[in-house]
């Protein structure tokens, strides 16, 4: 059987991307790869001289590509900072296997690593707030995860003097958030989908967000990641099934599985169309601050206060065991 060959030279082909109509050997798929990430770095202008660039590094292979991308770009500049947090949220048999990965990159890259955990910060650890359907509600464990996740990642980059924060999120990240914010008809989160993220107007509690692969597209991160020698086994944590967000992601695989380069056109209309309208929309409305823990807020009370506000409320409900 013919291997097809790539197309930019006369080597065998290792991946074909519908959405170009391009296949690519070794060679000429990391370069691609690379150039693409650094020029939507440089073009959205991600960090600057005297910048300590947090690496929000879960251990997961686009944080991974992410972290090995920033350190390639920003590595050597004596001026430029890069401090790795991975968020340790208390989740058996998934959690620990990241971190030893996330530590492993960090040791290899040469890069400080922290870990930060729901335990030591909340007094609760995800597994136990899975198993509390009182505190939990209506919502999944993913909810409670990603909004507590958030907010220690939040407090930890204050903590450690970042002033700006990297995450791995992808094209398909972005694209699923795009549309599960519009079925929700949640603008104020729409409006965080931009390249660069965050309340520069208050950089007291909230670090900038940055997304240097936010154009790259989920199955190129993990290859990237294969090639460089970053991963070689693979973890699924087990509330994902759970999310509404693996609803979305199946909607969108299946779509642009029929018609490549969906993604991209999604994610370019949004740019183009819908985030100028809604950042000017959202020019000069101060931003609130949480009246319990002083993290930026929505309402009057953060999502991640309202959220362990249900887990004490749960707790002491609950019903004591005689004789304790
Ligand atoms: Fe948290 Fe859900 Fe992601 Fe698991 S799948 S790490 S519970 S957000």
Known sequence: MDVPKCSFCKSESMIRIPYSGHSFCRKHFLSMYRKRVRKYVARNRMAASGDVVGLALSGGKDSLAMTAMMHEIFGKRPN??????TIDEGIRGYRRHTIRRAAAACKRLGIKHHVFSFREEFGITLDEIARDKKALGELTPCAFCGVLRRAL???AAIRLGFTKLASGHNLDDEAQSIIMSLMRGNDERLRRL????????????????IKPLRTTPERENM?????????????????AGLA???????????IEER?????YNLLNSF???????LKREWSGKAPKKCTKCGDPASGEICQACVMLDAIKKSKNERPSVKGK
């Open 194 to 209: 931009g390249a660069k993220s965050g309340v520069a107007s208050f950089p007291e509690s909230f670090v900038q967000r």
């Open 223 to 239: 290859l990237f990641i294969l090639l460089e020698g970053f991963e070689k086994d693979h973890h699924e944590c087990p509330y």
């Open 259 to 263: 018609h490549a380069g969906v993604k």
């Open 80 to 85: 430029v900072k890069l401090v790795a947090i």
């Open 244 to 254: 509404f967000r693996n609803d979305v992601r199946k909607l969108i695989n299946h």
């Open 153 to 155: 990642i939040n407090r």
């Open 271 to 277: 740019d183009r169309m819908i985030l100028p309208v």
